[in-house]
Each structure stands twice: as C-alpha cells, then as structure tokens.
C-alpha cells in the first residue's frame, strides 16, 4: 500500500492530500529512509513522522484498504510520541 494511504486510513492524518504533502515535505521515513507519498509499506516497517515540533514513531502492524474509524489504531503500535514540554505549567 502507498505510505500516504496508510496515513490516510490509519487517521494518522485525516487527508490523503495533507499526508501526500507532508511525505513530499520530506518529514516521513520509512526504515530509516525518506519516503515519498508513492512508497509501499508493509507491516513492520517503521514510520518517523515530523509534525512540527511534535515527531510520532510507529510500527505498521497491518495493511488494510479499508477499516472502520474505531479499528485503525489496530492498524499501527506507537512506538515513541514525542511533545515538546511546555514551559510555566500550572503550578508556576
């Protein structure tokens, strides 16, 4: 399956456009490598997303065309989410 189809019906990111555009921005890799939005994955590759400040890394677990939106999560193990920490939390 493409990469920006499995962003897509994974809900890792809600439009096909926007993932194809984020792909093409060079802020995915698959395995370790850049992938463009055509690249095919599989279960078991490894995704490294940049979300701005924010970096998402998952494990494919299945490769599915279609999957209702309470199973898409099934379709991916988060591996690491990384936010940056906000400065001058509550109690400051």
Known sequence: MRLDKFLKTSRVIKRRTLAKEVCDRGQVTVNGRTAKAGAEV????????????????????????????????????????????RSGGEFS
């Open 42 to 85: 599989k279960p078991d590759d490894v995704l490294v997303i940049g979300f701005g400040s924010r970096t998402l890394k998952l494990r494919i677990a299945s490769v599915q065309e279609n999957v209702p939106a309470k199973m898409a999560a099934e379709l991916y193990e988060v591996l690491e989410d990384s936010r940056p920490v």
